[in-house]
């Protein structure tokens, strides 16, 4: 199982990684990326099989990004990890093509059960 | 009525019709208010240090010293329907802790730029959560992450709250209107 995390945040995306080996995915690969530009160029290089997003990001955001993968034909496993948490925005993404939406701060329980569909 | 409260009066009548209420981190907020008091915050700010980074808060009994130096500073934007600069103010020694809990680095180790990253990254979390609070449609910034070495000093106006992370304090300051300077 190949994760890639993409956020800007150093910070963040260390603690989506803990959290992530926390789950019932347990040990995974992890590659990283700090915004949706470089985000959509690991997709093509390391193809893998979950994606786990933030929304607000520079150069390219996280929407923007999975508008793109969806529009060059990509169908690999998205989530966001935002601290976005309106309802139009959950309503955008879940449109867009992603599988869920999570809100900072999340637990590992709630990163497990949003990603569990993914993996199964 | 000074113009103040007339904008108030006018955006109460604006949402007055907005009769859902919202049940969040275990305490009801009216929306139709839009008002984020200490409680309120104190509650957001517990969510992100208790639930997700395990380290406890707690009220805290005196001020952030206003003659601290050395201090970081994120702040973030909401703006559209709800208008708010959120501020945090951390003291190195409270920064340097919070960021070594989140890299899950050594004690004094952490470079200042990851140092900023992670309270960057806490003020993105308030300011996410201040603004799924608002129904209407607003917009979050990126953080904006600085060090200080002046003296604190609290601009007029807005609300704060000054809370213990692991023992140690930051403070939290958020205003309802934009202001030109942090």
Same mark, same amino acid.
Not at chain 1, 93 to 104: D, P, R, S
Not at chain 2, 24 to 40: K, L, N
């Given at each position: 199982?190949?994760?890639?995390?993409?956020?800007?945040?150093?910070? !963040?995306? !260390?603690?989506?990684?803990?959290?992530?080996? $926390?789950?019932?995915?347990?040990?995974?690969?992890?590659?990283? =990326?700090?915004?949706? =530009?470089?985000?959509?160029?690991?997709? =093509?290089?390391?193809?893998?099989?979950?994606?786990?997003?933030?929304?607000? !990001?520079?150069? !390219?955001?996280? %929407?923007?990004?999975?508008?793109?993968?969806?529009?060059?034909?990509?169908?690999?496993?998205?989530?966001? %990890?935002?601290?976005?948490?309106? @309802?139009?925005?959950?309503?955008? =993404?879940?449109?867009?093509?992603? $599988?869920? %939406?999570?809100?900072?701060?999340?637990? @590992?329980?709630?990163?497990?059960?949003? %990603?569990?569909?993914?993996? @199964? | 009525?000074?113009?103040?409260?007339? +904008?108030?009066?006018?955006?109460?009548? /604006?949402?007055?019709?907005?009769?859902?209420?919202?049940?969040?981190?275990?305490?009801?907020?009216?929306?139709?208010?839009?008002?984020?008091?200490?409680?309120?915050?104190?509650?957001?700010? &517990? /969510?992100?240090?208790?639930?997700?980074?395990?380290?406890?808060?707690?009220? *805290?009994? *005196?001020?952030?010293?206003? &003659?601290?130096?050395?201090?970081?500073?994120? *702040?973030?934007?909401?703006?559209?329907?709800?208008?708010?600069?959120?501020?945090?103010?951390?003291?190195?020694?409270?920064?340097?802790?919070?960021?070594?809990?989140?890299?899950?680095?050594?004690?004094?180790?952490?470079?200042?730029?990851?140092?900023?990253?992670?309270?960057?990254?806490?003020? /993105?979390?308030?300011?996410? +959560?201040?603004?799924?609070?608002?129904?209407?449609?607003?917009?979050?910034?990126?953080?904006?992450?600085?060090?200080? +070495?002046?003296?604190?000093?609290?601009?007029?106006?807005?609300?704060?709250?000054?809370? /213990?992370?692991?023992? *140690?304090?930051?403070?939290?300051?958020?205003?309802?209107?934009?202001?030109?300077?942090?």
């Amino acid at each position: 199982m190949k994760v890639l995390i993409v956020d800007d945040s150093k910070a !963040m995306r !260390m603690i989506v990684k803990r959290t992530l080996s $926390q789950t019932d995915v347990g040990k995974c690969d992890v590659v990283e =990326a700090e915004n949706g =530009a470089e985000g959509l160029a690991k997709v =093509a290089s390391e193809k893998p099989n979950l994606v786990l997003c933030d929304w607000n !990001m520079p150069e !390219m955001s996280g %929407i923007q990004f999975l508008q793109k993968l969806r529009e060059s034909g990509n169908h690999v496993n998205f989530g966001f %990890i935002t601290s976005e948490s309106g @309802a139009e925005i959950k309503t955008l =993404a879940l449109e867009t093509g992603a $599988q869920f %939406i999570i809100t900072k701060p999340f637990t @590992a329980e709630s990163l497990n059960s949003a %990603i569990s569909p993914c993996v @199964a | 009525m000074d113009l103040k409260q007339r +904008n108030k009066w006018l955006l109460y009548l /604006n949402t007055h019709s907005w009769q859902d209420h919202l049940f969040w981190a275990g305490r009801e907020i009216e929306r139709e208010q839009m008002i984020v008091d200490v409680p309120t915050m104190d509650q957001i700010i &517990s /969510n992100v240090f208790d639930e997700m980074l395990c380290m406890p808060t707690s009220p *805290s009994d *005196s001020g952030l010293e206003c &003659s601290v130096v050395g201090r970081i500073v994120a *702040s973030i934007r909401i703006t559209g329907a709800m208008e708010k600069l959120i501020v945090v103010e951390a003291p190195m020694a409270t920064a340097s802790l919070i960021g070594e809990t989140m890299f899950d680095a050594e004690h004094d180790t952490l470079p200042e730029e990851e140092i900023r990253d992670a309270v960057g990254e806490i003020v /993105n979390m308030i300011g996410g +959560n201040v603004k799924g609070m608002c129904e209407g449609e607003s917009t979050l910034s990126l953080p904006c992450v600085s060090v200080e +070495n002046s003296e604190l000093s609290i601009p007029d106006g807005g609300e704060q709250t000054i809370v /213990n992370v692991a023992g *140690s304090p930051i403070l939290v300051r958020w205003h309802d209107m934009p202001v030109a300077t942090v």
